[in-house]
């Protein structure tokens, strides 16, 4: 397909090379198309641009639109998700290409932070909304406990992946800041805190028991 091709293509490109650096006709070429058919599927390359940084806030978002998950399946499931794309080579290495050019092409960051981060922020309010409705959380102000979930999950290692590009995220390190964060989020929002720890803590020890499994294998 390709609008798929294209696309892989572009987020290769941004990646490696940040927005200013990234050029339609490289993109083109790796996606093997020409250039007047990339401009029939994206009009441009900040179009192209938004439209890579949204199908990555899309794919983030997935696990928690499943209607018959519960509150904690879904909150496990979204955060291993967000950890898997934004700790990605090419993610944070676009990220931090995005950030270099901030000062100079500010609307690309802009453009960078409204199809991404801030799409799926707005995307965990809705999620966070959809739960009190439930009466799964109890919640006074829904944009603080986005921003808290989203700081408890994952702010530490991607805030350190992004500066120590040598190094690769660690499994048990991610499984206890995810399960940590979840935990303190349950705590303070969960309408059922005891069941949904519970919940969690069993998610928490099946992993932890995988680990260990494979270690004693080794």
Known sequence: MKSRRILDAALQEFSALGFDGASMSAIAKSAGVSKPTLYQYFDDKDRLFATVLQEGCDHIMTPLSVPDGSL????????????????????????RLVLGEASRRPEV?????????????????????????????EVDNLEFAAQDLWSLILSGPRDYHLHFVDKHPD????????????????????????????????????????????????
């Open 109 to 137: 960051a802009s453009s960078y932070h409204l199809a991404g981060p801030g799409s799926a922020f707005k995307g965990l309010i809705a999620f966070i909304q959809e739960c009190v409705d439930a009466d799964q959380l």
């Open 171 to 218: 499994a048990d390190h991610l499984l206890q800041s995810i399960g940590h964060g979840l935990e303190v989020f349950l705590k303070v929002y969960s309408t059922n805190r005891v069941k949904d720890l519970d919940t969690l803590a069993e998610k928490i020890k099946v992993v932890q028991d995988a680990a260990n499994s494979r270690r004693t294998e080794k």
């Open 72 to 95: 904690v399946d879904r909150l496990w499931e979204f955060s291993w998700t967000y950890a898997d794309f934004v700790l990605r080579p090419d993610m944070l290495s676009l990220a």
